[in-house]
């Protein structure tokens, strides 16, 4: 079965810092598809990126990178320079349902607070 | 061009009564996704709605169904309320496209408390 495992609960930087949130999963398929949400207190879930299975290759926006290894089947998000404006819960989510309509698991989420 | 959105924001019922929660999906999207969201735990997929038939259900029990209409959007009806329902409801919208399903766009979500 699917799974998402994000193994820091919450993370504490000061201002300018850069910060990694760690995503790992598990799935048995070949073909699916990552994700990183952020949830201001709001509450709403703001898609970050959508990465697939077949795509490796790292991607940057802004002061925004990932990581997305097959190997060790993780999937990293580093925000360089962080600022008070990225304190928010992050999510990483996974979707292998293979076109069967989709639904997305995701892992229990990373508090990120950043203090001025 | 208007986002996911969701009615109504804050919701307090008591056990045993039924509610009904609506989502209108972003323009362009005929998918709509529903997910519950317990106090600080990750989204957890109800069901998805396309073509106005549920197409994938999540682990949830019958107390919890849904429909689409022909304009796209949706409703999530939850009865016999039980204390444990109380969550964040979130409701994502896509579009189905060359056998792709493309990424899933959230609304505000609905807060429920059951008392």
């Known amino acids: 079965a699917q799974k998402v495992t994000q193994a820091q609960t919450e993370i504490s930087v000061v201002e300018k810092e850069d910060v990694t949130l760690d995503c790992v999963y598990e799935?048995?398929?070949?073909?699916?598809?990552l994700f990183w949400y952020k949830q201001p207190p709001s509450g709403e879930l703001v898609f970050l990126i959508r990465r697939n299975s077949f795509d490796e290759q790292n991607e940057i926006s802004g002061r925004y990178s990932w990581n997305f290894q097959k190997s060790t089947s993780s999937f990293n998000f580093t925000i360089t320079a962080s600022q008070v404006v990225d304190s928010a819960v992050y999510f990483c989510a996974l979707d292998d349902s293979n076109n069967a309509g989709n639904m997305l698991t995701f892992g229990g989420g990373t508090r990120l607070m950043v203090k001025p | 061009d208007a986002g996911v959105t969701q009615s109504p924001t804050h919701l307090i019922k008591t056990r045993g009564q039924q509610v009904t929660l609506r989502c209108s999906p972003k323009s362009g999207h005929d998918t709509v996704s529903w997910y519950q969201q317990a106090l600080g735990q990750g989204p957890q997929f109800i069901f998805q709605y396309y073509e106005e038939e549920e197409r994938q259900r999540g682990n949830f029990p019958d107390r919890f169904s849904g429909h689409q209409f022909p304009n796209y959007s949706s409703e999530l009806n939850v009865n016999a309320l039980l204390l444990g329902d109380s969550a964040l409801y979130l409701c994502?919208?896509?579009?189905?496209?060359?056998?792709?399903?493309?990424?899933?766009?959230f609304g505000p979500g609905t807060r429920l408390l059951v008392l």
């Open positions: 799935t048995r398929d070949t073909t699916y598809y």
């Open positions: 994502a919208s896509s579009l189905w496209e060359r056998g792709v399903q493309e990424t899933q766009y």
